[in-house]
């Protein structure tokens, strides 16, 4: 059985940073094309970060460009998002999603985590 598990959401300052993890079980998360998203209340899942299987391709979206960074650990089975200079406006459940295909669009990921929850205190 596939399973995405996230952690390491939390309440955080403005300003300040948090770390997810996201650890991949039933399969080996170095094949896949990994991405986070995040969902806040009342809006669709929104594109964050996304990095790739084969050749290690990373790609941002603009709000994250600069200020988050994704990356594997060396096994190949889990992926992070570390995240810095946080603001109120990133508070979300972020999620990571992986697939060998799909790029940026969240209906193209086949495998979900089930969130973690990230607030940002102003």
């Known amino acids: 059985q596939v399973q995405l598990v996230e952690s390491g959401g939390g309440l955080v300052q403005a300003g300040g940073s948090l770390t997810l993890s996201c650890a991949g079980s039933?399969?080996?998360?170095?094949?896949?094309?990994v991405a986070w998203f995040r969902q806040m209340t009342g809006s669709d899942r929104k594109f964050v970060a996304r990095i790739g299987g084969n050749n290690g391709f990373i790609f941002y979206e603009d709000f994250a460009r600069g200020r988050f960074n994704i990356s594997r650990d060396n096994s190949g089975n889990a992926v992070y998002l570390q995240m810095n200079s946080l603001k109120p406006d990133d508070t979300a459940v972020y999620y990571c999603?992986?697939?060998?295909?799909?790029?940026?669009?969240?209906?193209?990921?086949?495998?979900w985590g089930q969130g973690a929850q990230v607030i940002v205190s102003s």
């Open positions: 999603a992986a697939d060998k295909l799909a790029f940026t669009s969240a209906q193209s990921y086949d495998y």
């Open positions: 039933g399969l080996f998360l170095g094949e896949y094309n």
